[in-house]
């Protein structure tokens, strides 16, 4: 499971498929060096987003996980 907490970086290490739905709902971010550092919850507000886009993309990336 993943939390709007965990560094970019780390949920694509963990879950590499996480990368199509962070693509497909905007998040293009995922090769830029600041997603190390960066919170998946503080990438998305940096590409405008709120808090009901971000709990919508962890709960697809979570939903996906448990399949």
């Known amino acids: 499971m993943?939390?709007?907490?965990m560094t970019i970086v780390d949920i694509i290490q963990k879950y590499p498929h996480s990368i199509e739905i962070?693509?497909?709902?905007g998040l293009h971010c995922i090769g830029c060096h600041v997603s190390a550092q960066e919170s998946l919850e503080e990438g998305c507000k940096a590409h405008g987003m709120d808090n009901k886009q971000i709990?919508?993309?962890v709960d697809e990336i979570n939903k996906k996980i448990k399949k």
């Open 2 to 5: 993943i939390t709007k907490e």
């Open 22 to 25: 962070m693509f497909k709902n």
């Open 55 to 57: 709990k919508s993309i």
